[in-house]
């Protein structure tokens, strides 16, 4: 997977992609650290980013908390996701494969099974709120929006990292204008909507949930944030890139969130599709259908995002049992299997949108902070950038098969959560820790599994060979200059 040729890379400027898993050689860093922004902000310019504002109304929370809640919650979340962003351009690898220096060549499946989850997850709850939102604003069939959208995300996962970025630039601008106009019509009073009558009081319960929930909302998106800034040339600004992601993440998530609590209350809808249709409508006759369908198509571009992050995760795993070259095919594959995964799961699902987005979101969020802590903390504090790429291709390098250091503090961040978790409705089965239930139910289990996780990944750290690790780099790099 360090060997390069003609036929690699991303297949010319409207080719398919050709890599996958594989290290990506200084020659092919095309990236512009200006795409980061637009990518990451269209990414979170969708109606999903509107359902999670509707979390905290949905537990009785008022508009000002909720917003508050909303921002707080972005904020900390894409701190985590953008300092991620920042190791694509050093490493020139996804993100998954180079967690293996924390977990071992091996080791890494046991965050990859949560990795997976969150991009299936995030998928079944896309195509939920796709299906019952033009459903309902539309009246199209739900099957019908189903097999539509994972045929076009497929499409842009198989063609991949340019394509992604190119469809995402294009879908902002044309969005963006009718979004400002909507939420124009919000702020002068235009857009229809009036006192709320549900009973609306401030719990610390419903904020802590309204504040998980956006944080968690850029944390999934810490796995793979940095398999789109891979291609970007090794001397990129950590600082430019770091803001560019940041910026654009937080900027469109924290403006859609407090539009869907203002959607939640004072227009009393349930479903973030139709409140963008109904506030739009009254703003301008079709502004709001015309709003409407370019939220969809952003929606779906974000599925094909998932659907490539996914495929990477899933190849990264079967490598790690048995090693793989990590062709053209395979990427396909892999990506018409997870869409298969995805469609059947999300057509079993007929509860509400709401409700399965927040199961989701807090799902993401205990399984994946105990990983992003450990990732972190080794690449900014402990090895602070420096690894032996070829070694992360190899169950014999000097990152091991198992990693026990990663393992453990893994599995103790994790364990640590399970007391303070507050478990949303799994069907007819919901679970709130001892500790949680004594905080009269608000959820901090994954700031806890987040201090625990960094305490014990850092301390058990302390015993690591640097000398050993300094002589693998080196030899790394010798390989790698002659490729």
């Not at 709401?354 to 972190?376: D, E, G, Q, R």
Request: net charge neutral; charged share 10%; aromatic share 12%.
């Amino acid at each position: 997977m360090i060997e390069t040729h003609a036929t690699h890379g991303v297949g010319g400027s409207f080719g398919v992609e050709t890599r996958s898993i594989d290290w990506v050689p200084d020659e092919e860093r095309h990236g512009r650290v200006w795409h980061q922004g637009p990518l990451w902000f269209l990414g979170n310019f969708q109606y999903f980013t509107v359902a999670v504002g509707f979390v905290g109304p949905s537990l009785g929370l008022p508009l000002g908390p909720t917003v508050l809640a909303g921002v707080l919650g972005i904020v900390v979340g894409t701190l985590f996701m953008a300092f991620h962003a920042s190791q694509g351009p050093v490493l020139g690898l996804p993100q998954m494969i180079q967690s293996r220096a924390q977990f071992g060549y091996r080791g890494v499946i046991v965050v990859l099974v949560a990795t997976l989850f969150t991009y299936l997850g995030f998928n079944v709850a896309d195509q939920v709120l796709l299906s019952q939102g033009l459903n309902g604003v539309f009246g199209w069939s739900r099957p019908s929006v189903a097999v539509g959208a994972t045929v076009l995300a497929v499409l842009l996962a198989v063609y991949g990292h340019d394509w992604l970025h190119r469809v995402f630039r294009w879908l902002l601008y044309i969005s963006l204008p009718l979004m400002l106009l909507l939420t124009g019509g919000v702020l002068t009073g235009h857009a229809g909507g009036q006192p709320s009558h549900q009973h609306l009081a401030f719990t610390w319960a419903a904020f802590f949930a309204q504040f998980s929930a956006a944080a968690a909302y850029n944390i999934t998106y810490a796995p793979y944030v940095s398999d789109y800034s891979r291609y970007l040339p090794r001397a990129t600004s950590a600082r430019s890139l770091i803001a560019s992601v940041f910026f654009g993440a937080s900027g469109s998530a924290v403006w859609l969130i407090a539009l869907g609590a203002w959607l939640a209350i004072r227009l009393g809808v349930s479903d973030g599709l139709v409140g963008l249709r109904q506030a739009g409508d009254h703003v301008i006759p079709g502004l709001g259908a015309a709003t409407a369908v370019l939220s969809v198509l952003s929606l779906v571009a974000t599925m094909g995002m998932n659907a490539y992050g996914g495929m990477l995760t899933v190849l990264t795993g079967v490598d790690s049992i048995r090693t793989i070259k990590p062709t053209r095919a395979a990427r396909i594959v892999t990506i018409l299997v997870l869409a298969a995964v995805w469609y059947a799961i999300a057509s079993l699902i007929s509860e509400n949108a709401v409700a399965a987005v927040f199961t989701a979101l807090t799902l993401m969020l205990y399984l994946l902070v105990p990983w992003t802590a450990t990732n972190l903390v080794d690449f900014f504090f402990l090895r602070r950038g420096h690894y032996a790429v070829t070694d992360l291709f190899t169950p014999t390098g000097i990152y091991g098969a198992w990693s026990w250091r990663g393992l453990t503090a893994y599995a103790a961040g994790f364990a640590a959560e399970i007391p303070f978790m507050v478990l949303p409705n799994l069907g007819s089965w919901s679970y709130t820790g001892a500790v949680a239930h004594d905080l009269a139910g608000t959820d901090i289990a994954w700031l806890v599994g987040l201090f625990v996780t960094s305490m014990v990944y850092v301390l058990i750290s302390r015993t690591r060979d640097r000398a050993r690790e300094e002589d693998a780099i080196a030899r790394s790099e010798q390989r790698l200059a002659g490729v």
